[in-house]
């Protein structure tokens, strides 16, 4: 069983999101905050194994719970609930230690497919997400961000070529038991293979990982973004 806890602001969201995630028998909501502060709260009470958090909330943001989750209960992995226009704030909540991305009014059958991936250690990214995260990096042109593009594709064009098979496999929200059914190896070979992409590519978690497979071009675009 997924023990998961939800954490927004809003009612009416948090009640989209339970009743969404009650359609999965594997899937258990055994949580929710309005705020962020509950929400680091009831984490360390409950100790999920997925926490899907709002990006703004009063007190502290997403961004901040998700950091303070990582580190209070390390086990728990982060999803982040964003909106469009949010670009900036998921940038800096990837730093935070969240492994998964999912738009709002993304379809339901993502944010199952999301709390599932991270549950197993994937990171999962919409690809709406990915497309808007890709598309701010590769506009900003100043500055550490400058230049992003190009420096994706040479991190990337140094790994191995099953490396970069598995980054690509990672970038599309992949577990490492997938990954391994996909490429026909052991679960053990896929792990070493990220540990390693991680390392070469400097990236601290696979979720930074996947958006710099993004960035470089080697994971299958995703469909056009609806107003």
Do not use: C, W
């Amino acid at each position: 069983m997924i023990r998961v806890l939800i954490a927004d602001d809003e009612p009416m969201i948090r009640a989209g999101v339970r009743a969404v995630l009650a359609t999965d028998p594997d899937i258990a909501v055994v949580a929710e905050a309005g705020n962020g502060h509950d929400a680091v709260e009831l984490a360390r009470r409950h100790r999920p194994a997925v926490a899907v958090l709002d990006i703004r909330m009063p007190g502290i943001s997403g961004i901040e719970a998700a950091a303070e989750i990582r580190s209070a209960v390390p086990a728990t992995s982060v999803i982040i609930l964003t909106t469009f226009g949010e670009d900036d704030y998921i940038l800096q909540a990837l730093g935070g230690g969240a492994t998964g991305f999912l738009i709002k009014s993304g379809e339901p059958e993502e944010l199952i497919a999301g709390v599932r991936a991270v549950a197993e250690g994937a990171a999962y990214l919409s690809p709406k997400v990915a497309a808007r995260v890709v598309a701010h990096l590769a506009a900003t042109g100043a500055g550490v961000l400058a230049g992003r593009r190009s420096a994706a594709r040479d991190r990337v064009d140094a790994l191995t070529a099953r490396e970069r098979e598995v980054l690509a496999l990672l970038g599309s929200g992949l577990s490492n038991g997938q990954i391994a059914r996909r490429l026909h190896v052991v679960e053990g070979t896929v792990k070493a293979h990220v540990s390693s992409i991680l390392g070469r590519l400097g990236v601290d978690n696979r979720a930074a990982a996947a958006v710099m497979a993004h960035e470089a071009g080697i994971v299958p675009p995703p469909e056009p973004l609806q107003a």
